[in-house]
């Protein structure tokens, strides 16, 4: 294992110290996002991974939260489950109109508001950590994540972050304003890489993945200085759809192969921002052209069921589909959900988590769902996705001297309200 060892930081037989709530941290830091979006290379050639541990301060301040240094910026939603068939990128095709859903049943909040801010001095991070090394179709992959442990005493809660990328990435350096705002928190943090499309894999594969990840992370707690007993998944779009499978599969082994077997890949709560669920139903709430490519036989979210080389649809609810959808798997014992989304995302329907956060309440699940008003598919901007102007957008972008609608104190505190009420 690589980077900084940081056991003596956190000393083990200490209580783990409740976070601390969003409103005492300092505000009005504007956080730089850009439109960029690219596949990060691993570094998987064995050499010494990167770590690197801010110098504490006597007088430790808030400021803006670091953006990723990839390029992928701040909340980095990753896009759509729809792209090319042989797992290429292509232009996304956005939603030009979006049917209003009824969100009686739902949280509505106005998301504006001052950004979040970060303590990093606070926060030791471990980059390039090989969790597991699964094989696809006679092909390895090391796979990575990077951790964030908060330096303060006692044992943390854990909560691992799933990346989007329309199943056709996984950078796992994006979000990092987001994810070093949760760790700044009290939580450790751990950002997961996992197999895609692109090298023929299916969300079964993925989902193991997440699950090899958890496996680790509960296999070296003594090293972060982990809570085994509070271990959260958190995603967004393509990863929040894996955040939901995770939890609902919790406590089934099923999907439970590769390494650390002694250990539980149970979760104890899911955060899903804007994830899909019934991809047959993905663009339901979209004008036809939207549903047309959403739905066009071979793409990647039937590539992500059927796998490589289908010439299959998702458009029908099959076995197969199904079996790929989260509310298929529910039971009284599914950990409780907090799942978002934006009333304008044209990426993947509004309905898709308030359908899935149904499902889950007429089972007795704990669940809970937040809707931005105005808010689209992250805070990365759809115009760089699609390759259309801002203009032909329905999600409206936010003022420059305003925070995006993803990353304001508001919108985290639900987060971190929720991970602080499931951790004791």
Known sequence: MHGHDVTADHGEGKRWRRPRRPGRIAALAVVALTAGVGLTGCGDDGSSAAS????????????????????????????????QPGGGTTKLVQATTIKKTDNSTSTVIDPTGPAITCDTSAVTTTDDITYSSPTTHGVKTD???????????????????????????????????????????????????????????TYKDALADVKSA???????????????????????????????????????TKYDVGDH????????????????????RLAADYDQAAKDFNYAAGNSAAQWVYGPGTTKSVAQYTSQVAAADPATHITS?????????????PLVSP??????????????????????????????????????????????????????????????????????????
């Open 52 to 83: 690197s541990t801010a110098s504490a301060s006597a007088s430790a301040s808030a400021s803006a939260c670091p953006t990723s240094a990839s390029g992928t910026g701040a909340g980095q939603a990753g896009g759509a489950p729809s792209g």
């Open 143 to 201: 796979l990575k994540l990077d951790i964030q442990v908060p330096r303060t005493s006692g044992k943390k809660p854990l909560v691992v972050y799933v990346t989007g990328g329309g199943w056709v990435m996984s950078d796992r350096t994006g979000n990092l304003d987001q994810r070093t705002y949760v760790a700044d928190q009290g939580y450790a943090v751990a950002s997961i890489q996992y197999r895609t499309t692109t090298g023929g894999a």
């Open 214 to 252: 958890i496996r680790y992370l509960r296999a070296n707690a003594g090293t972060y200085g982990i809570d085994t007993d509070h271990v959260f998944v958190w995603g967004q779009s393509a990863g929040g759809y894996l955040a939901a499978m995770t939890g609902v599969t919790s406590g089934d």
């Open 261 to 280: 077997l002694d250990q539980s890949s149970a979760v104890q709560g899911v955060v899903d921002e804007f994830g899909p669920a019934n991809l047959s």
């Open 333 to 345: 014992s599914t950990p409780p959900f907090l799942l978002m989304h934006g009333t304008a995302d």
């Open 351 to 424: 309905s898709q988590t308030l359908n899935l956060f149904t499902a889950l309440k007429d089972k007795g699940v704990g669940a809970k769902r937040v809707v931005l008003t105005g808010a689209g598919h992250g805070d990365l901007g759809v115009a760089a996705l699609t390759g259309t102007s801002a203009s032909t957008s329905p999600s409206a972008s936010a003022p420059d001297s305003a925070a995006e609608p993803w990353s304001t104190e508001k919108t985290m505190s639900h987060i971190t309200d929720f991970l602080s009420g499931h951790s004791s």
